[in-house]
Nanobody, 119 residues
Framework: QVQLVESGGGLVQPGGSLRLSCAAI????????MSWYRQAPGKARELVAS????????NYVDSVKGRFTISRDNAKNMVYLQMNNLKSEDTAEYYC????????????WGKGTLVTVSS
């Protein structure tokens, strides 16, 4: 059974850090590009960061550049999002996404992990 399981969310003060993790289960992880999306209350889901299947290409939304880092470990079937210097506007539900390199219709989503940045 295919699963993406996120963890690492929580409450953090502005300026703090969190590391999100996503465990990929039940598919050939190394053939999928991985992404983190987020959705704040009342807003559309947005792409935060993505990493290619082998890890050589990374992209970020402008608002997180220099603060967030996406990485993956294909040996462990894991993808991570290191978030530093968090701001209140980073508060959102964060979702892990997998999309096949060749067949974009083969796509999976996790259930999300909540990040709240507040003093």
């Amino acid at each position: 059974q295919v699963q993406l399981v996120e963890s690492g969310g929580g409450l953090v003060q502005p300026g703090g850090s969190l590391r999100l993790s996503c465990a990929a289960i039940g598919f050939t992880f190394s053939t999928y590009g991985m992404s983190w999306y987020r959705q704040a209350p009342g807003k559309a889901r947005e792409l935060v960061a993505s990493i290619s299947s082998i890890g050589g290409i990374r992209n970020y939304v402008d608002s997180v550049k220099g603060r967030f880092t996406i990485s993956r470990d294909n040996a462990k079937n894991m993808v991570y999002l290191q978030m530093n210097n968090l701001k209140s506007e980073d508060t959102a539900e964060y979702y892990c996404n997998a999309r096949h390199d060749l067949f974009s219709g083969m796509e999976f989503w996790g259930k999300g992990t909540l990040v709240t940045v507040s003093s």
